[in-house]
């Protein structure tokens, strides 16, 4: 592997030429990822893919007239101290943020690099070369400024704002609600037939903690084989199904902790009943909350049908264990 100043000056132009290129492809899968829901941002990515193509023919004409048509076969890994891309772009979780932030890391890692280069060479062929390089990686930046003025207006930010918060919803508020009405509503009727049956705080705390951990698997497992994600939008499967599933044991173990109520206090079982049935009160509010704030339904109808579902529920739980 060779340093970078062991290159030449026709090694460092075809480093630049490659960084170039690559750098065009990278913004250009930006481009592409962004297109569907943010077509504004779309743009901003194209305009730099086309700079970043512009420059690198520019850099192909300096070549060929200096060294002629074919270029030596070096790549950034050959090289010590050039910077290395991370594959940031195989990322199924790369979002308008993260590309920003990580075209302005690229931008600003290249002209670091020929930066430090051109104060490493004697050769003032080579240093004025490498300097221009590094004015050009900062022009990027600039540019980037100036697309986005031109591209990102007031509706087509607000527009994005729009499709952010509707892949939010998609991608974490959809399964974690399914998840925590699942396991705050399913898990009450095996909770209260088990501590009705049994009169036992132990006993009815393992019941609740097998129903909560059980329907958490079952909920993660569903959410994440049922949708890959690649048509919906929906994001990973994997990462939807562990927000789902947390959330569903999450809302069963909310009313079986009370239950961990030592049965040698006084009125242990009472105790710990009362307690859980607030827990579950307090469980069902939050769903109509979750649900009036993100999935625009009515406060009140929302609370009306999640508290007449977990009262039946709790009910026919009590029934069961009562008989």
Known sequence: MKSLSELTEREVIALAIASEEEDSRIYQHFAD??????PASAEIFDGMAEEE????NSLYGFYRHRFGEHLPPI???DVRGFLKRRA?????QLDLGKMRREAELMELQAANFYDKAAQQTLDVSMRELL?????????HKRKASELHAAHLTADSEAAEEHARHRLFVLQYVQPGLAGLIDGSVSTLAPLFAAAFATGNNWETFLVGLAASVGAGISMGLTEALSDDGEITGRGSPWLRGLVCGFMTAAGGLGHTLPY????SWPNAFMLATSIAALVVAVELVAISWIRTKYMDTPFWRATYQVIVGGVLVLLAGIFIGSA
Do not use: I
């Not at 193509?53 to 690198?56: C, G, M």
């Not at 940031?88 to 199924?92: D, L, P, V």
């Not at 300097?131 to 900062?138: D, F, G, K, M, Y």
């Open 88 to 92: 940031f772009w195989w990322n199924a």
């Open 33 to 38: 990822r962004l297109r569907g829901d943010f």
């Open 75 to 77: 790549r950034r890994e």
């Open 53 to 56: 193509r512009a420059h690198r």
């Open 131 to 139: 300097t221009s390089l590094a004015e050009v990686e900062r022009g």
């Open 260 to 263: 961990l109520v030592p049965d």
